[in-house]
C-alpha cells in the first residue's frame, strides 16, 4: 500500500483494460493497483485495501476452467465494484443468473438508469450512452440486491446491494465512451467506499522522498542511469531532493541517440538542477559492438552489454556506491509480476544493470503510470521539453535502423528524424501524438534527382496516438506536413530519395520497427 493513502484493488480476470481501470482510479486522486484475480483475502486484508473493483474478461463464467471469484472476497466488509465479466463473476458467486441469450452487445449502447436511490448513478441522468463488450448477460440479479440500470439486451446492467457494499455494472466505465464513467467511478469511491481524493503530484513526491531517505540512509552513495527521457529524469530529480550531492547521475553517450539529444541533456541537469554528472562519451565503442549485426534482438543485448560495461567502469570510481537508480514504472512491474532484482531487459539500454555490481535498486517511480510521472515532473520543475519527450527506445537509434548500424545510416537517420521533429511541432500536432519518428530500412531504392539515377535509403514515417503504449493507432496527419516532410527529407538529407508513412496500428504492428 502507498503510506498514507487509501488503497483500491483491481482484480485482474484477464481483462484488457485492467491497468486502465487503476488508472482512471488514480485520475479521481485514490490510489490503486492490479494484483491477480485469485488474491488471497488475508492478502487483501494485510494491504488495507478500502475496496475492490473486478476487471472485465474474455472469458464466460460459467464455462469450466474460467477465472472463478472467491466468494471470501465479497464478505470482507469492505465495498466491491465489478465491471463486466467482474459483475457477472458477482453475480454467479451471490446466487444471481448467467446466460448466453444470443443477443450481444458491442460498442455504445444507450442505457436506462433509476438514480433514485441509487449510489453508483446519484446525480446522473436517467438516459446515458455507455461502451459495453459482452456475449453473456445476467438474467437474474443476486437475491437481495436492487437492478438499477438496463439496456435493450442487458435487462441487468447495474445491480447494487448497498447494505453489503455489493455493486456492479456490465459495461465499461474506464474508458472514454462511457460518458459518465468517471462520475461513476467517483460516486462508488468517495461515497461506497469513504476513499480521501489524496493521491496528488505533491503528495507522491513527499512520500517517495521520504522513502528514498529511510531506504538508502545517510551515507552511502547513489549513482542514477540518466538517458534523458522524462521516466530517468524524474527518478533523477527525486532522490537528488532526497540524498542530495549523494546522488551522481551517469548520461552515457551511445552515439545513437536524436539530433541535440546529448547537449540538452547535459544542460538541463548541469545548469538547471545543479546536479552532479558524468558524461561519457562511447559513441565509438558502441560503433563498434554494433559491427555487422543485423538482427535486432543481437543489438539490444550488444548495446545493453557495452552500456554495463562503461557503467560498471564509473561505478568503480565511485567506491561508496551501493544504490542505483531506475526510472521502473507500474506497468514494467505489472507486466514482469514483479521486479525485485536487477535483470537485464534487452529493450532498455539502462534498465537491469548486472547483479555482479552489487547495486541495490532504488525505484523511486515504480508505482506510477506514465502520465502520473510526467505530471511529478512538472511539479519538480523539469523543463516543459523534458516533460512532454516522446519515448525513445533504450537501444536508441540502432532499433530504427532495420538492418547494421552504420556511421553514415546514423547520420540520415538523425538527420531525417530532426526534420520530422520539426515538422511536426511546426504543424502544433506535437501534443496530440504519442510518438512520432523517422525509421531508416538498410534497403534502396531507384529515385530520380536532376534528371539522373539515384539509389538511396527510403525513409519511413512513423507516428501514432495512444495513450499507454499497449494498443496505438496510426496518426492521420495531413497531407500538407506529409508533403512538406518528404521534400525536406529528400532535399536536404544526402542518400535518401524517398519517403513512405506507415499507416499500421498496434496490434498486429508494433510502434517502434525493431
Known amino acids: 500500500m502507498a503510506d498514507g493513502h487509501d488503497t483500491v484493488l483491481v482484480l485482474d480476470f484477464g481483462a484488457q483494460y485492467a491497468q486502465l481501470i487503476a488508472r482512471r482510479i488514480r485520475e479521481c486522486h485514490v490510489f490503486s493497483e492490479v494484483v491477480p484475480f485469485d488474491v488471497d483475502p488475508a492478502t487483501v486484508r494485510a494491504r488495507g485495501a478500502r475496496a475492490l473493483v473486478l476487471s472485465g474478461g474474455p472469458a464466460s463464467v460459467y464455462e469450466p476452467g474460467a477465472p472463478a471469484l472467491d466468494p471470501r ?32 452487445e458491442y460498442g455504445r449502447a444507450q442505457l436506462r438508469a433509476d438514480p433514485a436511490g441509487s449510489l453508483l448513478f446519484h446525480d446522473l441522468p436517467t438516459d446515458q450512452v455507455v461502451w459495453m463488450s459482452h456475449g453473456d448477460t445476467i438474467t437474474a440479479a443476486p437475491p437481495g440486491a436492487r437492478v438499477v440500470a438496463a439496456t435493450d439486451a442487458a435487462p441487468v446492467a447495474a ?85 542530495g550531492d549523494r546522488l551522481t547521475c551517469v548520461f552515457v553517450d551511445t552515439g545513437l541517440l536524436r539530433h541535440g539529444e546529448a547537449e540538452q541533456v547535459e544542460e538541463t541537469f548541469r545548469r538547471d538542477f545543479k546536479v552532479n554528472l558524468v558524461h561519457v562519451k562511447a559513441a565509438d565503442r558502441f ?29 568503480r570510481d565511485h567506491g561508496d556506491a551501493r544504490y542505483l537508480v531506475q526510472g521502473t514504472l507500474y506497468p514494467d512491474v505489472v ?48 523543463p516543459e521539453d523534458v516533460v512532454l519527450r516522446q519515448p525513445f527506445p533504450g537501444p536508441g537509434l540502432a532499433v530504427r535502423i532495420v538492418g547494421e548500424v552504420t556511421t553514415e545510416r546514423l547520420e540520415s537517420l538523425r538527420a531525417a528524424d530532426r526534420i520530422v521533429l520539426e515538422e511536426v511541432r511546426r504543424a502544433g500536432l506535437d501534443r496530440q501524438l504519442w510518438q512520432w519518428f523517422a525509421v531508416l530500412p538498410a534497403v534502396r531504392t531507384v529515385g530520380v534527382m536532376g534528371d539522373g539515377r539515384t539509389y538511396a535509403y527510403p525513409i519511413v514515417l512513423r507516428a501514432v496516438t495512444s495513450q499507454d503504449a499497449m494498443t496505438a493507432d496510426f496518426a492521420r496527419l495531413p497531407w500538407e506536413l506529409l508533403e512538406r516532410i518528404s521534400t525536406r527529407v529528400v532535399g536536404e538529407v544526402p542518400g535518401v530519395n524517398r519517403v513512405a508513412y506507415d499507416v499500421t496500428s498496434k496490434p498486429p504492428g508494433t510502434i517502434e520497427w525493431e
Open 73 to 104: 472476497l465479497l464478505g470482507l466488509g469492505i465495498p466491491v465494484l465489478g465491471l463486466c465479466y467482474g459483475q457477472q463473476a458477482m453475480a454467479r458467486a451471490l446466487g444471481g443468473r448467467v446466460e448466453a441469450t444470443g443477443v450481444r
Open 159 to 243: 445491480f447494487e446491494d448497498p447494505a453489503r457494499g455489493l455493486y456492479g455494472v456490465q459495461f465499461h466505465p474506464e474508458v472514454a465512451h462511457t460518458e459518465r464513467g468517471m462520475d461513476l467511478f467517483k460516486n462508488f469511491l468517495y461515497e461506497a467506499a469513504g476513499c480521501r481524493p489524496n493521491w496528488t503530484s505533491v503528495s507522491i513526491i513527499e512520500e517517495q522522498e521520504a522513502a528514498v531517505r529511510a531506504q538508502v540512509g545517510e551515507e552511502a552513495g547513489v549513482l542514477c542511469a540518466l538517458s534523458g527521457g522524462v521516466d530517468s529524469s524524474v527518478a533523477a530529480l527525486l532522490v537528488h531532493r532526497a540524498v
Open 335 to 382: 507486466e514482469s509480476g514483479g521486479r525485485q532484482t536487477a535483470t537485464i531487459k534487452t529493450h532498455h539500454n539502462v534498465g537491469g544493470l548486472p547483479e555482479r555490481m552489487h547495486l541495490e535498486l532504488v525505484e523511486p517511480l515504480r508505482l506510477l503510470f506514465k502520465d502520473e510521472v510526467r505530471r511529478v515532473g512538472t511539479e519538480l520543475g523539469l
Open 287 to 315: 560503433l563498434d559492438r554494433l559491427a555487422g549485426v543485423t538482427d535486432p534482438e543481437v543489438k539490444r543485448k550488444a548495446i545493453g552489454g557495452e552500456f554495463i560495461r562503461v557503467f560498471e567502469e564509473v561505478a
